[in-house]
């Protein structure tokens, strides 16, 4: 990735679905925050539903809500994220997508490259459509 200087506020690299700008404040584009949030919260996400597919699980939704909780003093850092996923299905029991859950986790690659600089935890709600 080659990143370059868009304005005297952001970076912008090409990635392959498009230009990504990034800057320190939000009015010029994404912060570098929000970036790694939305990795850990997309990979995990992603690989939640890859197992849920593999396991021939059905289900209507599959939501993901990141809280992020950063340290107060300097440089701010992010030292936990907490992704709350919803899930929408008939076909299994809250503890077996829980667990499946917890199977994700373990094989998400951006989550286990921040493990244990930062603490990702995750919870679920099952939801049934009926």
Do not use: W
């Not at 200087?5 to 700008?21: C, H, Q, R, S, W």
């Not at 912060?31 to 197992?51: E, M, N, T």
């Not at 300097?74 to 029991?93: C, G, M």
């Amino acid at each position: 990735m080659k990143f370059t200087i868009k304005n005297e506020e952001a970076f912008e690299t090409d990635v392959p679905y498009g230009p990504l700008v990034i800057s320190g404040d939000d009015e010029y584009g994404y912060r570098p925050y929000q970036l790694l949030v939305s990795a850990i919260a997309g990979c995990s996400i992603s690989v939640y539903r890859k197992i849920l597919r593999k396991r021939r699980i059905e289900f209507a939704d599959l939501i993901v809500e990141a809280d992020v909780t950063r340290n107060e003093e300097p440089p701010n850092d992010v030292q936990q994220v907490h992704l709350h996923f919803t899930i929408i299905t008939d076909d299994s029991s809250e503890e077996q997508l829980e667990k499946m859950m917890h199977v994700a986790a373990k094989n998400c690659p951006i989550v286990q490259s921040v493990t244990p600089a930062i603490e990702v935890k995750e919870t679920i709600t099952v939801q049934r459509s009926k």
